[in-house]
């Protein structure tokens, strides 16, 4: 039987909008690297990713990648749930990384390199009137009874909507605004 075929990847990886490096995968031995992007490397100004990551021309190892890469990634028990939904197996970090890396907590994103980045955050925010919102949460708008949503199946259907799924609660991105002189 021949030896299993080894899964590469590649996935850009943005600090607050701004290409910051390539994050690289080979299924054979699990191996993660990351390698600032040369542009960013030699911008003294340039913040790194982490105090583990300083900004430097070398890449980093499998260690140092995969410690800072899979604590931007929902908790185990998260994990667990969502893995059977994508197909993947709850320790695949580069997987999860792949498929909801867009809209990881924080200000780093990871993109495969044939998508385009997505820009400025406020310019992607899509503003609701109450029944839209309710519309898309499947809730009945009089009932105002947004703390009750159990469950948004995974994939989205829509293709340029992201969830966020990192952290310990299961939670929606929403946000409430009150304008002046309305209820």
Same mark, same amino acid.
């Given at each position: ?14 600090? !607050?909008?701004? %290409?910051?490096?390539? !994050? ?16 960013? +490397? ?14 430097? +021309? ?27 939904? %994508? ?11 792949? +498929? !909801? ?23 992607? =925010? =899509?503003? %609701? ?7 898309? !949460? ?46």
């Amino acid at each position: 039987m021949p030896p299993p075929a080894i899964r590469t990847g590649r996935l850009d990886v943005y600090l !607050l909008g701004r %290409l910051a490096g390539r !994050l690289d995968y080979a299924s054979r031995g699990n191996e993660m690297s990351f390698a600032y992007d040369p542009a960013y +490397a030699s911008d003294p100004s340039a913040p790194p990713l982490s105090f583990s990551l300083p900004v430097r +021309a070398e890449p980093y190892g499998t260690e140092r990648t995969t410690g800072f890469f899979a604590n931007l990634l929902p908790p185990d028990v998260v994990r667990r749930k969502l893995g059977p939904i %994508l197909h993947l197996s709850r320790h695949n970090v580069f997987g999860f990384l792949e +498929a !909801l890396g867009a809209d990881c907590a924080g200000a780093v994103s990871l993109r495969r390199p044939d998508e385009p980045a997505l820009g400025d955050p406020e310019e992607r =925010l =899509l503003e %609701l009137d109450e029944a839209e919102a309710a519309a898309i !949460l499947g809730q009945d708008p009089e009932t105002k009874a947004f703390g009750a949503i159990r469950s948004i199946p995974l994939p989205v259907a829509e293709p340029d909507v992201l969830l966020e799924a990192v952290g310990d609660l299961v939670k929606t991105a929403a946000s409430w605004r009150e304008r002046l002189g309305q209820s």
